[in-house]
């Protein structure tokens, strides 16, 4: 069964320091999204990806957030300079379609924050 | 802004019996409404969805009903096994595919 894929499963860097959480969307799935969840909180928004462009984002996802598909498979997550707020699961999800409501995740990137 | 939440954090039941969980939700104008179940170390999964013009949507062993009038939605989980032992969020579906979940159920099966 097809599978989003995400890397690397655990990051722990330093307060301001650059991160990129990886993700590989099924291979025929048009829109890309990524969600966090912090610890024992619910799953939220950042961001929606379509067509090379961000379609949605949340009031989370500020200037400090930027996603990119620099390659036909790859959809990245970058935070600048993080924060210890930013500590966190970090889902990447994709669907065929906008009208879908199966997003398919993967298992998630757990970034923390020290 | 949309707020989905859920009634009750822990829900422990009897291996083969029937799991309610249930899910308040404000939004009226979201056009579908969504369980997603969560294993430990796992993204969250798909279990079904209703649009809401409907009020019951039959799955393999799960029900979910949707109440409008009072805004609350429910999974309902025939025979419930050890592998259904899981955090179930329930979501509701905004503008632009925009998910917003709710903050999730433990559901702890007893063998």
């Known amino acids: 069964e097809p599978e989003v894929t995400q890397t690397p499963s655990h990051q722990v860097t330093q307060m301001g320091q650059e991160v990129i959480l990886r993700c590989v969307p099924i291979?025929?799935?048009?829109?890309f999204y990524w969600y966090r969840q912090i610890l024992g909180q619910k799953v939220e928004f950042l961001v929606s990806f379509y067509n090379n462009e961000i379609s949605e984002k949340s009031e989370i996802f500020d200037d400090q957030f930027s996603v990119e598909r620099p390659d036909g498979s790859n959809f990245t997550l970058k935070i600048r300079s993080t924060k210890l707020e930013d500590s966190a699961m970090y889902f990447c999800a994709s669907s065929e379609h906008s009208g879908a409501n199966v997003l398919t995740f993967g298992a998630g990137s757990r970034l923390t924050v020290l | 802004g949309e707020s989905v939440g859920l009634h009750l954090p822990t829900l422990s039941v009897q291996e083969g019996d029937n799991s309610i969980i249930n899910c308040a939700y404000s939004?009226?104008?979201?056009?579908?409404f969504i369980w997603y179940k969560q294993e430990s170390g796992k993204g969250p999964q798909f279990i079904i969805d209703i649009r809401s013009n409907m009020d019951k949507r039959q799955g393999q062993r799960v029900t979910v009903l949707l109440n409008k009038t009072v805004k609350h939605l429910s999974l309902q989980i025939a025979a419930t096994q050890p592998g259904d032992s899981a955090v179930y969020f329930c979501?509701?579906?905004?503008?632009?595919?925009?998910?917003?979940f709710g903050s999730g159920t433990k559901l702890n099966v007893k063998p």
């Open positions: 291979s025929n799935h048009l829109y």
């Open positions: 939004n009226s104008a979201s056009d579908y």
């Open positions: 979501a509701e579906r905004g503008a632009f595919n925009k998910f917003y």
